[in-house]
């Protein structure tokens, strides 16, 4: 989200700022670093009188402790075994099988997982009639059973949009942790926000299962680590080929000149990698999805781009006169406005749109959970699982705030919120319609901002597929196999198919009846004697083969959260209640 282009700036002006300060050189305009964002830091060039080059070195200590930080300032994951295997023979016994692929359920079924790959698939009897031992696999000396009779079996989610923390929740163990214990065994890092070098090591750490993570896929900024911007063709390919060298899976775009965006595009492409764009509005209006797409775009995030390829009574998105950029709360109150500007559901236009998009293989990956909040704040703040799950800090970065991007609450209320409910209708109807002419729809869901938390935004996602009309089973494959294919690993991961990597999700209850199930504090259920009880919560993650106790995962989070607490005394309290 936008925060990262807030540490990026800083450390791009740094870098220019610095240069210059040793130089003593006049400056260059600052055009662009990369997203080209334009920055508060505009000023500085007029720091010539000493005392000011007294007040710049100051200002730029205080730059180098921010980027020093935002490289940094997430806690590495520790070095310690959480899961139990992988086994030379793992059986897992009697489960509902969701495959992934569209597949309906079929059960009971035993899945044989030999060391991290799934070696056989077997039905082994009918519901309601006992199975016969004789035709189920045979435990081998050393192997190891795991029952989970009744239970439902679903590939490993796939989170395409999964920020690694960042100052606001800097412990990489607690944003791991909630990820695996909602079932995510894969994240695209949209950003490599800690650093390209820090997510790549992290990546090697969690390849090999010696910490507790799912499988990392790194999509560095576009730009980060640039000694200089980066203005031309030449510069956008340069850096294309050394982000590739680096290791990077990919690049994350926010938007660029188009000649830079197209030059990045088309040699990224060239190279075999994939890309994310999340399109900023400052350069939208000359480079929307459609040219990213064209250009070689893999996957769009959000919807930003989108509908201003779709504008019907003009070329500009629709500001009002007196609109800021940097001021969050007209960013996200005209954002709620957009899609009434786009051309009309259905229509020619929105048609060959739609039909372009489809014909290059093109990723939606809408996030719809990030912005939820701004349809509906109450119950974005007041999700239940805030009190025991989320950090002082993260909540602290929450809160409304003329700083903090995303923080957009300076007066938020019935107007804002009924616009971006009518913002979200047209948007669900694209993305919907996207999907039954064949396109492919992800899940990512951005958490660590706007109040959505990681692991259960993420099963908000799930829930808001669903109201954009995608079937359970269609939103499962979503999760699961479409995410593989974007990230280009459908060969390894993403459904249960013997021969793929031993990937799982295991719940007691039926996620297609009820995606809440799939939460961490599970559904509210009443039992039998009439008594209100919780049910669901994954019960096993399972990734390479190793199998993880998902609800220990998610104490392990609460001890974190709960020492945090303890440190500074922190009570949640909503935002102006003192
Ligand atoms: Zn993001």
Not at 311 to 322: C, E, G, M, S, V
Not at 354 to 376: C, G, K, Q, V
Not at 431 to 444: D, H, I, P, S
């Amino acid at each position: 989200m936008a925060f990262f282009l807030f540490l990026e700036d800083c450390f791009g002006y740094m870098l220019l700022v610095k240069r210059r300060f040793q130089k003593q050189e006049h400056c260059p305009p600052l055009i662009t670093f990369g997203f080209g964002r334009p920055s508060a830091l505009h000023h500085l060039h007029r720091f010539n009188h000493p005392a000011m080059r007294y007040l710049l070195f100051v200002f730029i200590l205080v730059l180098i402790h921010v980027t020093s930080f935002s490289q940094d300032r997430v806690k590495p994951a520790p070095l310690v075994k959480d899961g139990d295997g992988p086994y030379t023979q793992l059986i897992i016994r009697g489960v509902m099988l969701i495959d992934g692929t569209g597949a309906p359920p079929i059960g009971p079924t035993d899945i044989v997982v030999r060391g991290n790959k799934i070696e056989r698939i077997q039905t082994v009897g009918y519901p309601g009639v006992q199975i016969n031992p004789e035709r189920r696999p045979k435990l081998e000396p050393g192997g190891k059973e795991l029952n989970c009779e009744g239970m439902y079996l679903m590939p490993g989610f796939v989170d395409m949009h999964g920020h690694i923390g960042g100052s606001q929740a800097p412990i990489a163990e607690y944003v791991f942790k909630l990820w695996m214990a909602h079932g995510i065994t894969s994240v695209r890092d949209p950003s490599a926000g800690n650093g390209l070098k820090w997510v790549l090591d992290h990546k090697a750490l969690s390849a090999e299962n010696k910490i507790t993570a799912p499988r990392i896929h790194a999509y560095t900024v576009f730009g980060q680590g640039s000694k200089a911007p980066i203005i031309t063709a030449d510069q956008a390919r340069a850096w294309v080929q050394e982000n590739a060298k680096a290791g990077a899976d990919g690049i994350k775009f926010f938007g660029a000149s188009p000649e830079v965006m197209d030059a990045a595009l088309r040699e990224n492409k060239r190279l075999g990698l994939r890309s994310a764009c999340h399109h900023a509005q400052l350069d939208v209006a000359r480079w929307n999805v459609l040219n990213s797409a064209r250009a070689g775009l893999t996957s769009m995030e959000h919807w930003y781009g989108l509908p201003e390829a779709l504008l019907k009574n003009n070329t500009i998105q629709n500001y009002r006169p007196d609109y800021n950029y940097q001021n969050e709360q007209h960013r996200f109150s005209e954002a709620g406005k957009l899609w009434t500007q786009a051309a009309e559901p259905y229509s020619e236009k929105w048609n060959k749109v739609m039909n372009e998009l489809l014909s290059l293989d093109f990723t939606l990956d809408p996030t719809f959970n990030i912005y939820e909040a701004s349809r509906d704040l109450h119950r974005a703040r007041r999700a239940e699982w805030h009190e025991d799950y989320t950090l002082p800090t993260l909540w602290a970065f929450y809160q409304p705030s003329k700083i903090s991007h995303g923080s957009y609450w300076h007066f938020w209320g019935t107007e804002e919120e009924v616009n971006w409910k009518e913002n979200y209708r047209l948007w669900m109807i694209f993305v919907n319609e996207y999907k039954n002419r064949g396109g492919r729809v992800t899940a990512g869901s951005d958490s660590g901002f706007i109040f959505q938390l990681y692991g259960f935004a993420y099963i908000r996602e799930l829930e808001l597929l669903r109201e954009a009309g995608f079937s359970p089973l269609e939103i499962i494959r979503s999760a699961t196999l479409y995410g593989a294919q974007a990230l280009g690993r459908e060969k390894e991961i993403g459904s249960v198919e013997v021969g793929k990597l031993a990937d799982f999700v295991i719940v007691e209850e039926n996620p297609l009846q009820n995606l809440q199930v799939l939460y961490g504090t599970g559904a509210i259920k009443l039992n039998d004697n009439n008594e209100v009880i919780r049910v669901g919560g994954v019960k096993y993650t399972v990734k390479d083969g190793i199998v993880y106790d998902a609800k220990k995962l998610l104490a392990d989070v609460k001890k974190i959260v709960d020492e945090e607490k303890a440190k500074s005394g922190f009570k949640l309290k909503q935002p102006g209640i003192n």
